[in-house]
Structure formats: C-alpha cells, structure tokens
C-alpha cells in the first residue's frame, strides 16, 4: 500500500514536498516513481528512482526543477518540487515498480499505485 501526502496550494516560483510512505511489503524491493494527472489530461510520468537510490530519469518538463529521492530506512519515496508552475497543476501519485530491471516511464508498467495528492500552483 502507497500512501501520499504534501500536497496543497502554493504561489508560482514556490516549492512543496511530496512524501509516499510504502507498507505491506520489502520497499527497497521496489523501483519507485511519480507521475501526474492534470485535469483533462493524461496521467504522465514525472521521475523514477532504482530501489537503491543511486539512479534517476526525470520528464523533460521538469528536469532541474524537481528532484526524486528515497528512503527505504523509512519506507518512503520524495518529490521535491522547486520554481513550480501553474502548469505543475495535477494530482500527484507515487507508483511501485517490482520488476527491477532499468528505470520506466510508462505508467503501465508499475504494478503498484498510492491515491494521489493535488498539488495546485496559482499564478
């Protein structure tokens, strides 16, 4: 079970971090990643991380801005999101991926969902 939180509203330019606690099973068994959904849209994937931590991918639109880690002493995956824009606008969801093999983008390719958290930016 994923369970994400910190989402809420904040001025175009401002940050937010993003938390996804794992139970029920191994985390570090688990590529982790976010992706998001704005209205209207299709979800879309943000970043990935290796169970261990040591590699990432991030979406081109927010490559520099955004920056995914893990801690798997504590169950839990991070988004920290920095010079957020309106267009950040979107429900936000962690997902785990058990397959192990190199990071992936595609959101049918994590097995494991959390609920999302809206993270809304105001211009």
């Known amino acids: 079970q994923l369970q994400a939180s910190g989402g809420g509203l904040v001025q175009a330019g401002g940050s937010l971090k993003l938390s996804c606690e794992a139970s029920?099973?191994?985390?570090?068994?688990?590529?982790m990643g976010w992706f998001r959904q704005a209205p209207g849209k299709e979800r879309e994937f943000v970043a990935a991380?290796?169970?261990?931590?040591?590699?990432?991918d991030y979406a081109d639109s927010v490559r520099g801005r955004f920056i995914i880690s893990r801690d798997n002493a504590k169950n839990s995956v991070y988004l920290q999101m920095n010079t957020l824009r309106p267009e950040d606008t979107a429900v936000y969801y962690c997902?785990?991926?058990?397959?192990?093999?190199?990071?992936?983008?595609?959101?049918?390719?994590?097995?494991?969902w959390g609920q999302g958290t809206l993270v809304t930016v105001s211009s």
């Open positions: 991380i290796t169970w261990s931590g040591d590699h990432t």
């Open positions: 997902a785990a991926d058990p397959w192990l093999t190199r990071l992936k983008s595609g959101s049918d390719d994590y097995d494991y």
């Open positions: 029920g099973g191994t985390f570090s068994n688990y590529h």
